[in-house]
């Protein structure tokens, strides 16, 4: 097995720089994609939690939990618009805590509607976060530390790699706008920019080595419908797309909802996606009221999965499995700014 920590972390190391965590549900944890989204859903609050453990049948390598709460803020002075504010946490935790993370994001997003029909929505935002970064070194074993084939852990690594407890400070910014073209049909389009300042992450000390060790800036642009065919089924597909640095992802998709009318309040979500050159993406849900439960599972086709046969692996699998709960409530409010949309075609 520690040989496998190894040899994930000499791949984490390789791609620090290149691209950061991201959960398979992007739709669930919409202000982790994009902080316009800080508030904008029908309800006055959001509390959501998230999950992910990838490569569970390598001793569970990668595990990643989120938190996040976001509120709808209607100031007095504002007729047609509104504010949403958002908190978001993320723990990163690879090979049992040989390499681990941490961040802490505040979400700002300003909404307003664009046209006197409440039809067209344009929604800004600003996000602010603090990430911290730690390696644990003691897994790592390198080619000057061997002698006559045997490793040899007091010898010096010559290696410039000191620098294994580090943090920064990014900010983020992204726009996303809402059309209801009619009562049966929304379509949505989002775009949005991360680590703005392109912070440095390294574990290197060599100025020489560490100067272009600089975490480039994420951009993400998302697309989507709702689509209600009657008033049991509505159809929602997905699509995003995510660029960092030489990494980039594809993610296409659909979600199918179900309701059960008027007499039981539940609703039974189903989905398909698919990232390129990595995985296919079974998705099943139900939400009673205002408490929502998402389990999606992660069928892996990419490179990955020749580790499958590593020392330690417990069996043939290399995929991941993510859940999400949502909870959303009311508040009390003397306006509660409800409106009635016209159903003619734009």
Request: some cysteine; aromatic content about 16%; proline content about 3%.
């Amino acid at each position: 097995m520690r040989k496998i920590y190894i040899y994930l972390g000499l791949i984490l190391l390789s791609i620090v720089h290149a691209q950061d965590l991201h959960f398979s549900q992007f739709y669930s944890v919409p202000v982790l994609v994009n902080p316009a989204e800080a508030g904008r859903f029908k309800e006055d609050a959001r509390f959501t939690f998230i999950h992910r453990r990838q490569w569970v049948n390598l001793n569970s390598a990668f595990n990643s939990t989120g938190i996040s709460t976001d509120f709808v803020v209607l100031p007095p002075f504002m007729k047609r618009d509104n504010l949403g504010l958002g908190i978001f946490a993320v723990n990163d935790n690879i090979g049992q805590g040989t390499i681990k993370g941490s961040a802490v994001y505040l979400s700002l997003a300003y909404h307003s509607y664009i046209d006197r029909a409440r039809r067209h929505r344009l929604s800004g935002g600003l996000q602010g976060g603090y990430t911290s970064k730690s390696v644990d070194d003691s897994y790592f074993q390198f080619y000057n530390q061997y002698a006559d084939f045997a490793y040899v852990p007091d010898r010096d690594s010559k290696e410039q790699m000191t620098n294994f407890n580090y943090s920064f400070v990014d900010g983020q910014a992204g726009l996303f706008y809402t059309f209801i073209l009619n009562p049966k049909v929304e379509l949505n389009f989002g775009g949005s920019a991360y680590q703005l300042h392109q912070p440095k992450e390294t574990v290197f000390t060599s100025p020489t080595l560490s100067k272009n060790n600089k975490l480039g800036t994420r951009t993400i642009y998302t697309l989507g419908t709702k689509y209600k065919l009657n008033d049991k089924i509505t159809l929602n597909p997905q699509f995003m797309y995510l660029r960092q640095s030489k990494a980039k992802d594809w993610n296409i998709g659909a979600l199918a909802i179900y309701t059960i009318p008027h007499s039981f309040p539940i609703q039974f979500t189903g989905g398909l996606f698919y990232r390129t050159q990595d995985a296919i993406i079974f998705l099943a849900g139900f939400r009673y009221k205002a408490f929502e439960f998402r389990y999606s599972y992660d069928m892996t086709n990419s490179s990955a999965r020749q580790m499958r046969g590593a020392q330690g692996a417990t069996n043939k699998a290399v995929n991941a499995h993510e859940f999400v709960i949502n909870f959303y409530g009311k508040l009390a409010r003397k306006n509660s700014r409800e409106y009635t949309i016209p159903c003619g075609i734009f």
